[in-house]
């Protein structure tokens, strides 16, 4: 019979980068006893979002957001939006161009990610946050 | 007991820029009589997109538009897509960029934004344009 | 009654750029049974994405590429990551900023695609690669 199940975690971040969340998705979805279905990831934020990304080499991780970094600099001439600190509107820049929701489908009670990939909560602020995420699983 | 409901609402942008829809999308919802579910929202277009962002300082707004102006410039020499504009080929570019479709978990009747998240539709184009959005949730 | 059906499609890219696989999708819709829900398209591979783009001139595919071609170029000395040769750090990158998991509602055993809008497996590695690509549809 078809159900639903819903949590919010919250993710102490470490300031700018990426953390996996990958197990701790998992074993919540094992838990829901929902076996296939649709998992939603939400991240209740707009300075921080949601990647999924190779998972193996860790120097990928570091370069997904030197990336974004030369992509995005923290100049204030370049912005209005100032007062929060230099690192306050490019971490919005970040979030918009990243994840807000990812959707994966879950088969015999794992999400089916790719054999290389991980989800991640990528903070874009410069100091360490306590980030939300909604987890949201629909199926039987 | 699982139901769902769909609708498709009309906007009218003003030209390139950030419109806050998030009252309307919470409105709709709390109408479906939907408490608990999960709730999509999907643009029918290629040169305007959703996203989710800061609903506090406009400036925020601004600075996110600015930034897509410098990334992608309206300059016909990059593009061989010119025959719509000069705005229409970044339009594109902007649009895949950001979000075409988003998620966002509904409980006790209101999609769970966090308190500074706002949902908007983002007109790329430099002219005002009429954009279909689709609104489904699915839930009990 | 509310059911859900999966598949996993696999498509033989032709190295950096986009392909539509729109029919296809839209075939497998139809041959579900399903005519009114929610469609999933999640992608297995963080080095090649989804988007949803305009499906008239194939010219706007060609921009699309070049544009990322240029934001994120094939140049090891911009990543530690350079192993797997100078185009995959870069294909990480491109599938960061474009999409992984993309919904879209479906009405009458239709996706509620947009008039101009088409659906694309986005390959960001130079050379030919087998990509899996998850459907699910959940409805009525």
Known sequence: MMRQARTELTFETQGRGLQEITRTVADWCR???ITDG???VFI???SASLT?????????????????????????????????GADDMPA?????????SLNIP?????PLFGTWQGLYVWEH????????VVLHLIGE
Do not use: C, W
Not at 53 to 60: F, G, S, T
Not at 92 to 100: K, M
Not at 106 to 110: C, H, P, Q, S, T
Not at 125 to 132: K, M, N, S, Y
């Open 31 to 33: 838990a829901t006893g």
């Open 38 to 40: 649709m998992l939603t």
């Open 44 to 46: 209740r934020h707009t």
């Open 52 to 84: 999924i990304q190779e998972n193996a080499d860790r120097d990928v991780l570091h370069d997904l957001n030197r990336f974004l970094d030369r992509l995005v600099p923290d100049d204030t001439s370049l912005y209005r939006h100032v007062s929060e």
């Open 92 to 100: 919005h820049i970040r979030s918009a161009l990243t994840a807000t």
């Open 106 to 110: 879950v088969a015999d009670g794992k």
């Open 125 to 132: 602020r410069t100091h360490p946050h306590r980030r939300r």
